[in-house]
């Protein structure tokens, strides 16, 4: 392996978000996402995990408690992306945004993935997505990829979901 190039066995772990309202924040990434909330440090902090690993996301009003999000044109995270193991459970995220009245800001399929995009109670970017394999992946006659952003059917994923 070439020493300058990361191994390629690394892994982005976690994502920890300074919130606002604590509860708030716990209301859309447990109750509509489905998160499982693992540890909580009184109404300062809370750690949330999928199939529960220690934790996914952690969310902290320790420099933040009540705080405006940042302005929309200014440096920062961009979105906190969540991989869903396949289509069926991106379906079923969806059902679950629908049926809790949150708003997608957008849908993409990209080739390589389909996502849904979409703003957390305090403005941060949250994409949900699932990769299709990789022998499915769009490429250039040279190889090299070939992604694009189309309009995702969400109808579509809907009737595929497990729903």
């Known amino acids: 392996m070439n020493p300058s190039t990361i191994d390629?066995?690394?892994?982005?772990?976690?994502?920890?978000?300074?919130?606002?309202?604590?509860?708030?924040a716990l209301r859309f990434y447990r109750d509509v996402l489905g998160f499982q909330e693992m540890q909580r440090?009184?109404?300062?902090?809370?750690?949330?995990?999928?199939?529960?690993?220690?934790h996914h996301?952690?969310?902290?009003?320790?420099?933040?408690?009540g705080?405006?999000?940042p302005p929309r044109r200014s440096t920062g995270l961009y979105?906190?992306?969540?991989?869903?193991?396949?289509?069926?459970t991106l379906g079923n995220a969806l059902h679950r945004l629908i049926k809790a009245g949150i708003r997608l800001d957008g849908a993409s399929d990209h080739g390589v993935s389909e996502a849904l995009y979409l703003r957390d109670p305090d403005q941060n970017g949250v994409e949900l997505y699932r990769d299709r394999p990789m022998e499915e992946w769009?490429?250039?006659?040279?190889?090299s990829l070939?992604?694009?952003?189309?309009?995702?059917?969400?109808?579509?994923?809907?009737?595929?979901?497990?729903?």
């Open 57 to 65: 996301i952690g969310l902290n009003t320790w420099e933040s408690l």
């Open 8 to 24: 390629p066995q690394v892994r982005i772990g976690h994502v920890h978000l300074k919130v606002a309202d604590l509860e708030r």
């Open 41 to 54: 440090f009184g109404d300062s902090a809370a750690f949330l995990s999928a199939g529960g690993y220690h």
């Open 146 to 163: 070939d992604m694009y952003s189309h309009p995702l059917d969400l109808q579509r994923l809907l009737d595929e979901s497990s729903l």
């Open 138 to 143: 769009p490429r250039k006659p040279d190889g």
């Open 67 to 69: 705080a405006s999000p």
């Open 79 to 88: 979105h906190t992306a969540i991989l869903y193991p396949d289509r069926a």
